[in-house]
């Protein structure tokens, strides 16, 4: 690694970056970052840096974490940005740095576990075409990849059940005692984090492993660093939950149940007895997921005590079921080495449920949820500061967190107590773009009020006058499915461009066909919101509905606004006009993409200008141009 290089020489306007990279603008924000990057990992002092979209940040904090000469670990929000990094950041780092070693880790469904796929071979656990010539696609590529991650298969569905039965997910993973276990891939990648600089992870996989070696420290797969940069760290609070929280659902029984028949087939120790008590589990399992609401969607459980004096009997059942298949697959002589991770399973299965049923703490929500035919029980922890300053912050890696949303009116008072980050420098960059004449924010000031019964109808007939100024070229982004789908029914007839519908197709192939459709319109939600990146005239306008407030009635909102309002504190102001402030400016954020993009931003909520708490959005947002005038609008595409 090259030593001689410094942060601001190889910035600097006739440096090495200049030298290498013909576009390359002098960017005094993106200098400004790094150089806080350089000293927060020099003095090991958390930092937390905002840096407007157009800033250069990947850089700014790649370089300055090569240049420190330390073990760095890099983790983003999305698979997207992690591939991004390593297949086109890092090849152009190695032009200063030639000697950098740099990898990216998954999470285990990612790689192919290779005992799956000869065990495949042999034994038959495919049904259907589809599958068995997925499985002829990754058992020949099995035999030429050096990495077993999935992503370099082209042309294998997202969706493919022959991947799913196939991957490398630990619970049937075996691990040293596994025949391949020195060739695994899993093995491989953890080893290659082992000897690498810069390990680039995501946050799933993050905390996913800081969960991990909180029960038993030895079972991390992420080796010791100096420093952890988060990028996109606006989703850390969410993702931290997750991982934090406790989840029992159907499909676990059901994916456990079918894992043992499976592996009894195989390994021959099938019994009528072992038949037995996999149908009776899967029975009361039946029973027991039916006694919680059955409404689609997540509810609220407080109610442990009357759950418990109606359907007690439901709960012992089940409980009892996976005490005998424990016991069972313990007492299975001969037992092969297979038996062991599926005996965990049921073992830590009856240990989740008993504590989701009794553990009960206060520090968490505990709430349920209907996805299709599957029931989710899930405990949320109510606040993730507490956690992440005793495992992280306190006497971790230090630590940077950056993403283009972090400030809510210029402080980062917000995102320090969501995340319990009490000590760091903070640095805000603005955007290198000029967004006065780039950008004019337009707010529907005219409409009803967003809560009232004729704001739909008014709302669909300004979002088609919108689109017929803006020729096409359109997100329009909902803060529910449901209004995404009553206003595109109003407007799609109305109009003579080629319209979009989230949920008609993959996300990835909407984007593609949006970018390749000249005045295209897509109509979606929250996904959508974030991550999405289309330079240029295609995309010229982005349309949201209402300020993105997260819906009250959530039960892991609600027992945030509680614990807030119990503490003394203002749930309205110190948490969801914060939380919406963010999430407007990352939908928004989607349409100035580079210099020369040009665009209207249009809100059809018109509580930004008549509530006292709109000032809020506005101080958060970049500095726009503004206009509450469609004659404006107007005027600024016909001068595009
Ligand atoms: S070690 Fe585990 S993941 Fe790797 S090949 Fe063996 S069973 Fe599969």
Redesign the pocket.
Known sequence: MSRALTVKGFFARRGPLAAAHPQYEFRAGQLEMALAVEEALAERRHLIVEAGTGTGKTLAYLAPALISGKRVIVSTGTKNLQEQLFFKDIPFLRTFFPELKACYLKGRANYA????IYDAEREPVLSGLDEVSDFQIIREWEQTTETGDRAEIDGLAASSTAWAKLD?RGE????QK?A??ER?F??LARQQAWESDLIIVNHHLFFADLAVREQDPAAGVLPEASAVIFDEAHELEDVASQYFGLTVSSGQVEDLIRDIRATARRKEFQSTDLDHLLDMVGLHAERFFRCFPAQEGRSGFAGHDSFLAEHGEAYASILNGLELLAAHLQLVRQAPEELAPLHRRVEELGGRLREWMEGRSESNVYWVERRGRGCYLQATPIDVSGLLRERLFNDGPVTVMTSATLAVAGSFEYARVRLGLETARELIVPSHFDYQSQCLLYVAHHLPDVRGAGYLEAASREIVRLLRHSRGRAFVLFTSYQQMRQAHERVEGELDYPVLLQGTRPARSLIEEFRRTPHCVLFATSSFWQGVDVQGDQLSCVIIDKLPFAVPSDPVVEARVRAIRSTGGNPFYDYQVPQAAIALKQGFGRLIRSRTDRGVLALLDNRITRQRYGQVFFDSLPDYRFSTEIEDVESFFDNV
């Open positions: 576990c290779r005992q799956k490398a049937l993973c075996t691990g596994c391949q276990w695994c899993v093995t």
